[in-house]
Nanobody, 136 residues
């Protein structure tokens, strides 16, 4: 499985960006696809997830501002980011884990340098990231 992010850049507060993640390899139908971010000197932070049923989940810090989606062919994952704030500045990574049937993805939690689904499945694959800088 390979994941390659793009779309990052520098914007002013209140601006928008749309991140993309090109997916290749053996992506299973039961995949949980997610975004997490890491700001310099800070712990990784879960941002959003989408599972095989199309159910989405968001961190409180981005709820109502960010939207995660994927194309029908499941070859590209997106993160639409609106009303950006300086605290959104980070490197954004897309990630993947295959889940058993009927297991939800949920809100992504990150601790000890590792990100997991709400049902405690580790995000085993992630890309190198794309940098987002939001200036005030």
């Amino acid at each position: 499985v390979q994941l390659v992010e793009s779309g990052g850049g520098s914007v002013q507060a209140g601006g928008t960006l749309r991140l993309s993640c090109a997916l290749s390899g053996n992506i299973h139908s039961g995949a949980c696809l997610a975004w997490f971010r890491q700001a310099p000197g800070k712990e990784r932070e879960g941002v959003a997830s989408i599972d095989s049923t199309g159910t989405t989940a968001y961190a409180d810090s981005v709820q109502g501002r960010f939207t995660i989606s994927e194309d029908n062919a499941k070859t590209t994952l997106f993160l639409q980011m609106n009303s950006l704030k300086p605290e959104d500045t980070a490197t954004y990574h897309c990630a993947y884990v295959n889940l058993p049937s009927r297991v939800e993805c949920g809100v992504i939690r990150c601790y000890d340098g590792y990100c997991r689904t709400a049902t405690n499945f580790g995000l085993d694959f992630w890309g190198k990231g794309t940098a987002v800088t939001v200036s005030s």
